[in-house]
């Protein structure tokens, strides 16, 4: 029996598989690129070994398809195969996983939980607690599962930034800004290599509004992660956010094209990016050209691929928006059918949130604003099942907004500019679309303000 860097037990009698371990989650917590070959030596070195096949199995479940099941089952398989051999916390790994295979986020959760009660330094069941909350939409839980922990932890402990990067973005998710800001600071001063953390702090600037730091933030060359996954694609994505909050439209799709768009829209997290850039860039009039179509072009090929809700959504976007009608429909009514899988959390959200949200978005695309409105005011709350945060989610109250101006509810759509308005001062689409309503409205003296403040955003 080994050790991991932190100290908790491996059972393996080889040297070279413990090492594997450690590399292998140093590559995953940096989201680099190699972490497939790491498992692979990890592997190598003891294809019996229970925590490697764990760990395995754990990563593919991070693809975030239905595509890689037979991976992710041939990886449990193997992992229950020795589990009668090792530690009860390794057992709990391969429950867990056991439980995230099947969908249930929630019972995936609480094993994790009950790990880090009794192990807080296992920074893997930490890790992937974090992940699920998030795509769960539980942002206390994004918060709080650190905060159960990070008094036991400190510099003398291996990856004790990549905690407190953790912090940050459960305190941001709850808007707890300054603190938020502190620890994701902190956490990249430890380890400026660590892109939760940049993640956390950008998501700080960008809902406080502090759109030039954020910038300055995220002031990297072009290939400054270039040896990371998809999730380098994301931080491009809220660099190119903060162009399109200013009103530097060329920028933002310069950005698009060169850093945001990958050689393939085949990973989740750029088909959320992509699909949700271009619909916020439709929306402030942007011609976005012919974008649209590669992304459409794959995600026809995903309507019955079902594993995060938020991800469904943005299939729908991509297929509405460049009016593939039939295959929108065909990802409606598997939807429809997903939602009778038993204990899946995806599933369960269904009926409630994911269908109502899809269903806007096609009603959007076929100008059926009131439908639009109708489907989404009410539930403009009760989003956050749907997982992402909050940054990403409000492409759906900027969808609600656009229908209201053009089914000319006027005053509902003052209401809703307001509130942006207040909440997003720097935004420049926010303030025109704010001053349009008004003029609408008769009340031309704010209208005017409202440019001016448009102008403002622009000139700083």
Known sequence: MYADE????????????????????????????????????MLEADPGFVMGQCFK?????????????PKIEESLAAAEAGV??????????????????????????????????EHPHDLLALRLQHYNAFWMGRAGDLRDGVARVIDRWDESVPGYGGVQGMYAFGLEECGEYARAEEFGRRAVEANPDDLWAIHAVAHVLEMQGRVREGMDWLDYPADA???RNPFRGHLWWHRTMYSVETGDYGSALALFDRSVTPEA????????????????????????????KPMADAMEAHVDDHVLAFTD?????????????????KLLASLRAFAGTPDNFAAATMESVAIPICQALLDFARDDHDAVVDGLLPLRYDLACLGGSHAQRDIFAQVLI???????????ARALLAERVAERPNSRGNWLKYAETLEALGDSERATAARERADAVLAS
């Open 84 to 117: 009668g051999k090792v530690t009860s916390r390794e057992a709990a790994h391969v429950a867990a996983l056991g439980a995230w295979s099947r969908g249930d986020l929630a019972a995936a959760c609480a094993v994790w939980d009950e790990i880090l009660r």
């Open 6 to 41: 932190r100290g908790l037990a491996l059972t393996t009698d080889s040297a070279a598989a413990a090492e594997g371990f450690d590399e292998t989650m140093a590559q995953y917590l940096d989201y680099r690129a190699g972490v497939g070959d790491a498992v692979k030596r």
């Open 57 to 69: 199995g754990y990563l593919f479940n991070l693809f975030g398809t239905t595509a890689v099941r």
């Open 402 to 412: 656009e229908s209201a101006i053009r089914n000319k509810r006027l005053a509902l």
């Open 265 to 292: 829209w085949d990973f989740y997290l750029d088909v959320q990016n992509g699909a949700s850039m271009l619909l916020r860039l439709d929306l402030l009039g942007v011609d976005v050209g012919g974008r649209w």
């Open 225 to 227: 992660w270039e040896d």
């Open 313 to 329: 959504t943005h299939t729908m976007m991509a297929l509405a928006a460049d009016r593939r009608f039939d295959a929108a429909e």
